[in-house]
């Protein structure tokens, strides 16, 4: 087993844990439910039932993952060895302030004077039944924790105890440098704080992943999915988590909304799902989403991907920026009536951007202005006719819509209101002097 060849290989290290590593954040039970799982297969050779509880909602824990895994899951083998066939085994993770702990037994709990506390260095029952223990010892220890047994009769009872923290004696654990006050104002170091908002009800994830980013992002919690394209924020957020299902809509409805709409459609969004297997994935696949991730929280990796979504999207906007002034006419308002007029107009075009029949009559009648008026005073402030400034909103939308590589050639030229995605790509072609497909080749 690979516990087993890890645990050798640390055996001939002295005082010292993986090479280059360091202690990882984890939600502590998710973490510790992934190495019983991983266990599940031997302990079913034996017909023996693995249950696992837990006395709170979610925490945070740091320790070096691969030591760790390996000493925990050798520790249940050797327990699994222990237990008879057909046999049971319960474990209990809780917590206190600074430290959590996992009890693992492989009988009912018996009274206190007839347990016998035991040194395992010293302890040769627990060694004729659970085999050599020096290693895992080691490397609770060296994780700051320590390991405590007792029996009677048979069965056998495991108290693993380890700092919350992840202090170690041999590894300096890295430290997240927190916003710092000035002004009144939160200033972050070396950039500014991204914007994350989590569209969830479950109180209980909610306020644990807001604890677990806060000091990196700015959180913003909504618990009505109906409000979602209705976002009252300061700003539009950075990156979208979806929880699977929130007030009873199914997170993926939420994540398809988000992506129909063009204001919110470049966004990131990443989608929790209850199951971890290959038909829960595909059952995702046509609602937009950019990342699905596991319920069962993996708080490290989620914060890596979240930052790998960010990263990526800004990357997206700066080649945008980088030609949008070339494409959209620049308005030359000379008065704040000149910036009102543009912005309406711009938020109609947004608006019936998927309307194959939306005409400049129409534009004008929802503008309350006769066509002439609307014509000249379009043209004096953007230097471009109407029908001309409808058709570069448009293909400004669809260089947008191509970048985010979110929607085919089909599906953008339907919801710029192009007749067949034909036609979409000979009007692109001809403003853009490329193909729409080669037009993303050139741009990545």
């Given at each position: 087993m690979s516990c087993y060849q890890n645990i050798a290989v640390f055996d001939d290290k002295e005082n010292e844990l993986h090479p280059g590593s360091s202690p990882i954040e984890f939600e502590l039970y998710t973490f510790i439910t992934s190495i019983v799982n991983q266990c599940r297969a031997y302990a079913d050779t034996r017909q023996i039932k693995l249950n696992i509880n837990k006395d709170f909602s979610y925490i945070s824990c740091r320790v070096d993952e691969i030591t760790m895994t390996a000493a925990l899951q050798c520790l249940l083998n050797k327990m699994i060895e222990a237990t008879p066939c057909k046999g049971c085994i319960n474990m209990d993770v809780s917590h206190s302030i600074k430290h959590w702990?996992?009890?693992?037994?492989?009988?009912?709990?018996?009274?206190?004077?007839?347990?016998?506390?035991?040194?395992?260095?010293?302890?040769?029952?627990?060694?004729?039944?659970?085999?050599?223990?020096?290693?895992?010892?080691?490397?609770?220890?060296?994780?700051?924790?320590?390991?405590?047994?007792?029996?009677?009769?048979?069965?056998i009872t495991l108290r693993v105890t380890v700092p919350i923290n992840g202090y170690c004696n041999t590894i300096q654990c890295p430290e997240v440098v927190p916003p710092v006050m000035k002004d009144d104002k939160i200033i972050r170091p070396d950039k500014k704080q991204h914007h994350i908002?989590?569209?969830?009800?479950?109180?209980?994830?909610?306020?644990?992943?807001?604890?677990?980013?806060?000091?990196?992002?700015?959180?913003?919690?909504?618990?009505?999915?109906?409000?979602?394209?209705?976002?009252?924020?300061?700003?539009?957020?950075?990156?979208i988590v979806i929880d699977e299902t929130v007030n009873g809509i199914r997170g993926k409805e939420i994540c398809s909304k988000?992506?129909?709409?063009?204001?919110?459609?470049?966004?990131?969004?990443?989608?929790?799902?209850?199951?971890?297997?290959?038909?829960?994935?595909?059952?995702?696949?046509?609602?937009?989403?950019?990342?699905?991730?596991?319920?069962?929280?993996?708080?490290?990796?989620?914060?890596?991907?979240?930052?790998?979504?960010?990263?990526?999207?800004?990357?997206?906007?700066?080649?945008?920026?980088?030609?949008?002034?070339?494409?959209?006419?620049?308005?030359?308002a000379k008065s704040e009536e000149d910036t009102l007029f543009i912005n309406k107009v711009n938020k109609l075009l947004e608006k019936n951007l998927s309307t194959e029949s939306y005409t400049v009559d129409m534009?004008?009648?929802?503008?309350?202005?006769?066509?002439?008026?609307?014509?000249?005073?379009?043209?004096?402030?953007?230097?471009?006719?109407?029908?001309?400034?409808?058709?570069?909103?448009?293909?400004?939308?669809?260089?947008?819509?191509?970048?985010?590589?979110?929607?085919?050639?089909t599906e953008i030229a339907t919801f710029l209101g192009f007749c067949n995605a034909k036609y979409f790509g000979k009007r692109f072609k001809k403003f853009y002097k490329v193909p729409p497909t080669q037009y993303i080749k050139e741009v990545f």
């Open positions: 702990n996992l009890q693992i037994t492989n009988g009912p709990e018996c009274r206190q004077s007839h347990k016998k506390i035991l040194s395992f260095i010293s302890t040769f029952m627990l060694i004729h039944y659970c085999g050599s223990l020096q290693i895992i010892k080691k490397i609770i220890r060296l994780h700051g924790g320590k390991l405590i047994g007792s029996y009677h009769g048979r069965s908002l989590l569209v969830m009800a479950d109180t209980e994830l909610s306020n644990y992943l807001h604890k677990a980013f806060s000091i990196l992002f700015r959180i913003t919690i909504l618990e009505n999915p109906e409000q979602i394209l209705h976002f009252s924020g300061d700003r539009l957020p950075d990156i988000i992506k129909s709409n063009t204001s919110m459609v470049h966004i990131p969004v990443i989608l929790l799902i209850s199951n971890n297997d290959n038909g829960s994935y595909l059952a995702h696949a046509d609602c937009g989403v950019d990342k699905l991730e596991p319920r069962a929280i993996n708080i490290c990796r989620l914060k890596m991907d979240i930052q790998i979504l960010i990263n990526k999207h800004e990357r997206i906007m700066k080649l945008l920026e980088k030609n949008l002034s070339d494409n959209l006419p620049s308005p030359t534009l004008s009648a929802d503008m309350g202005m006769c066509r002439t008026k609307f014509y000249t005073k379009i043209k004096e402030i953007t230097d471009k006719t109407p029908t001309e400034y409808m058709h570069y909103f448009k293909m400004n939308k669809a260089k947008i819509l191509l970048v985010t590589q979110q929607y085919t050639v």
